[in-house]
């Protein structure tokens, strides 16, 4: 199995505080992603990250930041969260970003916005 | 904007059943995959196809590219309890691209 740790593994928190959620990976892969997991919508792509300090929006980035000071962190922050945020967050890691490459994810995060 | 709508949405059955999962687009992809997710885990890669037409078996689970790489299917084999789980197709558009994940299918597998 991938190293890859998501902290917390569950978050209860109310409409307008600051989350920060965290990725860390032992695999030394380049690329870490951030996605998020609702019924009827598969895993949307929030933002990724090329190497340290090189992040880029995703298809639903509205409402998140990200940053990776280090190769094996990612963290994802959500600013003032809001109710139509509470989901499941996936983090994964990927050595390349061919088309055939793997993607290897954490075992994620639920966070519930009150 | 959903470019990979998968099918059904829901499926339950009998274990020994056998089973179809769809993968449809009208978008051409350079490559697909399917991940399986077991519940309280993250997706899990089960195959990656490249070519229009391939097909590539996995013990009782046969996947197959569409000729056009515009979809995909996963056909499961005298389905058993460990089949049970949410299944995702996913799809590159190119090298370098961000994947596209699908809807999924959610398979439970009554013993």
């Known amino acids: 199995d991938a190293g890859i740790t998501q902290s917390p593994r569950h978050k209860v928190t109310e409409t307008g505080t600051p989350v920060t959620l965290r990725c860390h990976q032992t695999e030394n892969h380049r690329y870490m992603y951030w996605y998020r997991q609702d019924p009827g919508h598969g895993l949307r792509l929030i933002h990724y990250?090329?190497?340290?300090?090189?992040?880029d929006k995703g298809e639903v980035s509205d409402g998140y930041s990200v940053s990776r000071s280090k190769t094996e962190d990612f963290l994802l922050t959500l600013e003032s969260a809001t109710s139509s945020q509470t989901s499941v967050y996936f983090c994964?890691?990927?050595?390349?970003?061919?088309?055939?490459?793997?993607?290897?994810f954490g075992p994620g995060t639920r966070l519930t916005v009150l | 904007t959903q470019l990979l709508e998968q099918s059904p949405q829901f499926l339950s059955i009998q274990e020994g059943e056998n089973l179809t999962v769809y993968c449809n687009s009208s978008?051409?992809?350079?490559?697909l995959q399917w991940y399986r997710q077991e519940p309280g885990e993250g997706p899990v890669l089960l195959v990656t196809?490249?070519?229009?037409?391939e097909v590539k078996k996995l013990k009782r689970l046969t996947f197959q590219f569409g000729d056009a790489r515009k979809d995909s299917s996963l056909h499961i084999t005298a389905a058993q309890p460990g089949d049970t789980g949410l299944y995702l197709c996913a799809g590159l558009k190119s090298s370098g691209d961000k994947l596209t994940f699908g809807t999924g299918t959610r398979l439970a597998v009554r013993p």
């Open positions: 978008s051409v992809f350079s490559s």
């Open positions: 990250s090329y190497g340290v300090k090189d992040t």
């Open positions: 196809v490249v070519t229009g037409g």
């Open positions: 994964a890691i990927s050595k390349l970003a061919g088309l055939t490459d793997t993607q290897y």
